[in-house]
């Protein structure tokens, strides 16, 4: 059984996290020495801040920019339900704006009509591993005062991009998830140092991150790496399956960052030692090749398949995950599932932001619910096999 996604971290980095924790050391130190390996490698004359997490660097950023109560904030129209509860929180309103869903991209006409006398700020999310191109969105945020927010959580590849250097904030993920995942932590990086300080200064009066949590949270990955090798795989599939046990809903809760709980209170903690050292060992060691292979490999195998997909305009995508568009998903991941394959609707936790924005002709949000997710082919074997259960289920589902 080829598993929808392995945690993108190798054993010898798990060995280190665990050595990090017993170490456990300053948190501020570690942070600052993970905020300037940061800057080093980015040189790019912003500046660094480490979070426990992108939600939880932005949830500070709102707190710091103390925007007038009922200001908007323009959103790319699909993105993670959290970053808008974020939003709801500070009591803004997010405003969804279109994304064309061939090229994953912010539709201008529609950036335009969102616009009001109460948009403040605009954040921009790369999705699904592309890096849609910002020249429109940033000179539509300098014209009109916006702030303009880089939701770089799903982009980020080790290939020495930090963020695009115009923009005022970019937001850099290393959950669970992720490409060169630190099994948590995120970088956000700033163009004006005062910004910068004044949300590290908001930060560091919070909870700090308990270092039993990490130490957990290390166990936990390293099995969930074990787990997903492919023969205990197919045997945990299939145990499910005996039991009745939706292997799908428990992977995707098992690898949620904050599964659980109230999300502020969990979000609302800066970074232990442990969790950023292990995200300035993730910056420093993550092989370029990896991900650019990765991403070769998607770009093949998505070419290949008689099914559309979404971004299908976009050239040089990282392909951090490999979505397609299927007519009936169920009857695709059920298909894929009986060959061997694991495919998801859930691989992230995209969703269409709602609003009253009116939809455009190309509108990713309507596409939203036929994204099926395939695993990531790790050989040319497994490329050459997914593509052929994809076509054979696409086959037999159109002769039923
Ligand atoms: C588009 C987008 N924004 C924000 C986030 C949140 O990142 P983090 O888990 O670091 O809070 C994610 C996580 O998947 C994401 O996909």
Redesign the pocket.
Known sequence: MLPRQRPDIGWLDLVCAAAYTLRGGDPAAAQAAAEAGADALADDGRHSLVSL??????DRLLATLQLPPGSEVLV?AV??R??IAVIERHGLRAVPVDLHADTLSLDVAALAAALTPRSRMLLV???FGSRMPLRAPLDFARQHGLLLVE?G??AYTGDGWLGDAACDVS?L??????TATAL???VLRFADPGLCERVRAAQAHQPLQAGRAFAQRVGKYALLKALTARIPYGLFCRACGWFGIDHDALINRSVR??AGGELFQR?RQRPCAAQSRLLLRRLRGYPRARAAQRAQRGERLLAALPLARPGQAVAGSGHWVLPVLSADPPRLIAGLLARGFDATRGA???YAVPGDAAPGAGDLRRVMDAVVYLPAPEGEGDLRRLAEAVRATVTDAAAA
């Open positions: 997490s992108v939600r939880s660097g932005f790319s993105t993670i959290d970053m999310a790369h999705l939701d959580a799903q937001l993920s290393f959950g669970p998830i992720k948590g932590g995120a960052g904050f979000i992230s936790s995209l």
